[in-house]
Every structure is written in C-alpha cells, then in structure tokens.
C-alpha cells in the first residue's frame, strides 16, 4: 500500500494531465458539430472494421459444415442427375413432370456417411485412407467412398469407429467406369505416380469419344452408383495386345487435398450384390453329384 501511495504522489502529475485531456476532447467532440461528425464517422469505420474481421474469422470457423453440405448435395445431385437420365432413356417419356415425382424414389435409395480423413497417403504404390467412420455408424467393407468432386475408393476394412479405404490410387483397385454419354466402358487401374492419372483399360478400338469427356463410374458394380464423377479423358494409347484402348484419366479428386468424403450405402447395389452371391451359390457343383 505504501509503494503504490508514493507511486501515486510522484506521478500525480501525468494522471492530472490525462484526466484534462480526456476532459477536454468530450468536452470537444460534444459541443462542436464539426468535431462530433469526425468522431462518429472515425467510430463507425473502426466498428464496421472490427465487425468485418469478426464476421470473417466466424465464417472461417464455419467453412467446415458448409463445405461438407456443398460435398454432400454436389454427389447426390450428381446421383439423381444420372438414374432419372437412364430412367427417362429406358421409359421414353421427355415429361419433366415424370421426372420430378421420380426423384425422391431414386434418392431414397442413396444413403451418403459423411466422414473425415484421419490418415492418407498418395506415393506409395498401394496407397490406404483411413477415415473416422465405422461400423457403429453402419460402415461396412465393399462401401463405395466419394467427396464433392467424385470418386475415393472401397472400404476395405471397417471397425467400430474407424474404416481403411483403398482408394484409386493403389495398385490393387479396380473400378468399373464408363465414358459419359458414349456408352463403351471399361476398368480404371492406377499404376504408380503422379497420383492426378489413372487409366481406363479395355476400351473398344471402334469406341468414338473426344479429348475431355468425362470418365463417370458405370453401375456394372455393387459399389458404386453409375453416374459418379471419376475424371476426364487425356490421351489415348494402344493396349499391350492391341485389341482394345487404353484410355488415361485426368482424376477429379485432389487426393493430397482430401479431407471430408462420404461412404456410400447404396441400398439397390446391396440388395444387387447379395442377388449375385446367391446365384453363385446355387450354381456350386453339388459335391454328390460328383460321386
């Protein structure tokens, strides 16, 4: 206390001329217009400043959410874009009224997880994506996994909370593909870096498709619905036997940027594929037959 009482006596002075100066500027700034203009339209532009950078740090904050939303609409538009064309094209109704009482019944048939990247990587020759996703939020392997800008992989392994992905770009993945508005499909591979092209193999010799078309997943599978965007075509080269076209890829996905990704759970493609395996089944030779 006696510190801050000689503190105090021996700078009384500066405290005395702070105390007159604030006195004078209100005394300013409130009786004279001029003044009092200035000092609203300084206050006002300094405000707005400081709203602008509080508004901007909290946009920032909700890029995340908003980006998942935009990721998640994009592969759904992409989804229902795509059945409702094949429906219109296999019915050969034009009737847009059609369409949209359509829509809803082909969209219930997707199921989209949203997930997040918790591991990746893009320069191995097998390369693996773990995600924060599992089988306690209905995960489970042989799921197609995508992100707003089109194909990942296939869950290759699912636990309870987390799953591993095999994404395009690893040497063991194979995806049925087909070149959009063409009709001639075939199977992409990637082979080794750069980790932005992928080939298309097995494409006919008499297939006619241009430089940019784009490259969408075929619905030949159980994984994928068809329609999701793989890439676009690049150049084209001769299969090692020549019979077919190998076709290279300008991938879509940005995989060294990936963050946020959806698995796919669509419920036609399982109820197709445990159709398959029944029919593989029933079609084993009967082990007594043999005898």
């Not at 604030?22 to 300094?46: G, P």
């Not at 950078?53 to 908003?66: A, G, Q, T």
């Not at 799953?163 to 075939?186: D, E, H, M, W």
Request: net charge positive.
């Amino acid at each position: 206390m006696r510190n801050l009482i000689e503190f105090l006596t021996k700078n009384v002075h500066w405290f005395v001329f702070v105390l007159l100066e604030v006195i004078s500027a209100v005394l300013l700034f409130r009786y004279n217009t001029y003044q009092q203009s200035v000092w609203f339209s300084s206050a006002n532009y300094v405000a707005g400043q400081v709203r602008e950078i509080d508004s901007k740090v909290e946009s920032f904050f909700h890029l995340e959410p908003m980006n998942e939303q935009l990721s998640r609409r994009n592969l759904e538009l992409e989804h229902e874009v795509s059945m409702l064309r094949k429906q219109l094209e296999k019915q050969g109704i034009r009737d847009t009224t059609w369409g949209a009482g359509s829509q809803a019944a082909l969209a219930g048939q997707l199921q989209l997880i949203p997930a997040k990247v918790v591991d990746n990587s893009v320069s191995r020759p097998n390369n693996l994506i773990t995600i924060d996703k599992g089988t306690a939020d209905g995960v489970r392997t042989d799921m197609g996994v995508a992100c707003g800008t089109g194909v990942v992989g296939i869950v290759f392994l699912a636990s309870s909370h987390y799953s591993v992905v095999i994404p395009l770009l690893n040497t063991q993945s194979n995806v049925s593909c087909a070149i959009k508005g063409r009709g001639y499909f075939g199977y992409l591979h990637w082979s080794s870096p750069p980790s932005d092209i992928a080939y298309l193999d097995d494409v006919p010799r008499h297939a006619k498709y241009k430089r940019g078309d784009q490259i969408v997943t075929s619905g030949y599978s159980s994984v994928f619905p068809p329609g999701i965007l793989v890439g676009k075509v690049g150049r084209t080269y001769n299969s090692p036997d020549g019979l077919s076209y190998r076709v290279e890829v300008l991938l879509s996905t940005d995989f060294a940027r990936l963050r946020d990704v959806f698995v796919i759970n669509d419920t036609s493609s399982a109820e197709r594929l445990q159709l398959l395996r029944a029919a593989q089944d029933s079609i084993k030779p009967n082990p007594q037959e043999k005898k």
